[in-house]
């Protein structure tokens, strides 16, 4: 969480993260600035969402992160962060398309836009689940950004490349309608991203 306020994609006491642990995962309490995260405060929750310890709140957005691990075995961590550039094109409920070939990082040809929901609700979850279908990163309408890691420090980074990006596309957007990688090369691409950054031996 510091790193996520270091960079700059969260502010305050917004956003949260977790990680999977074993059958449980541990994500960041509820109200509490990273400077003042400890390692006792961090809360473990059972896979049906139930925290360990009666006496700690959990983030208010628990319910994603329970109902992400429990559909996406490729989640070992989750990052949800309110990055300006991101949360801007969330507030105009748009998707981010494939006006760069790395738009492809997060699995897909496009980042959907989930559907608005009141923050904490599983309704939310419902919405961010559906947008993250076949994807590792999602927006979420007037709200912020998901996205998914076999790693925190993954995690953390494609959180940057969707900020990035969405800043990208507002840039190239302002100056005009972005031109738009059809299927078919979005297709290409994503094939080439199944060895991307491998190292062969």
């Given at each position: 969480m510091r790193e996520l306020e270091r960079l700059g994609l969260n502010r305050g006491t917004a956003g949260n993260l977790s990680v999977r642990d074993g059958t449980c995962f541990l994500i960041t309490p509820s109200g509490v600035k990273p400077r003042d995260l400890a390692p006792e405060g961090i809360v473990a929750m059972s896979a049906q969402g139930e925290p360990l310890d009666a006496a700690q709140r959990p983030s208010s957005e628990w319910r994603f992160h329970r109902d992400i691990y429990a559909a996406r075995e490729d989640a070992a961590a989750i990052v949800h962060v309110h990055s300006t550039h991101a949360t801007a094109l969330a507030c105009q409920g748009r998707d981010?398309?494939?006006?760069?070939?790395?738009?492809?990082?997060?699995?897909?040809?496009?980042?959907?836009?989930?559907?608005?929901?009141?923050?904490?609700?599983?309704?939310?979850?419902?919405?961010?689940?559906?947008?993250?279908?076949?994807?590792?990163?999602?927006?979420?309408?007037?709200?912020?950004?998901?996205?998914?890691?076999?790693?925190?420090?993954?995690?953390?980074?494609?959180?940057?490349?969707?900020?990035?990006?969405?800043?990208?596309?507002?840039?190239?957007?302002?100056?005009?309608?972005?031109?738009?990688?059809?299927?078919?090369?979005?297709?290409?691409?994503?094939?080439?991203?199944?060895?991307?950054?491998?190292?062969?031996?």
């Open positions: 981010l398309p494939p006006f760069h070939y790395m738009i492809a990082v997060a699995g897909g040809a496009d980042v959907r836009c989930a559907p608005y929901a009141t923050f904490g609700t599983q309704a939310l979850s419902d919405a961010a689940l559906g947008a993250l279908a076949g994807r590792r990163a999602c927006l979420l309408a007037n709200h912020g950004v998901i996205t998914l890691g076999d790693s925190v420090e993954r995690a953390i980074d494609l959180a940057v490349e969707i900020e990035e990006l969405a800043r990208q596309y507002l840039l190239a957007y302002a100056t005009g309608e972005p031109v738009l990688l059809d299927d078919a090369e979005m297709a290409r691409v994503l094939e080439k991203f199944k060895t991307y950054g491998v190292r062969r031996s």
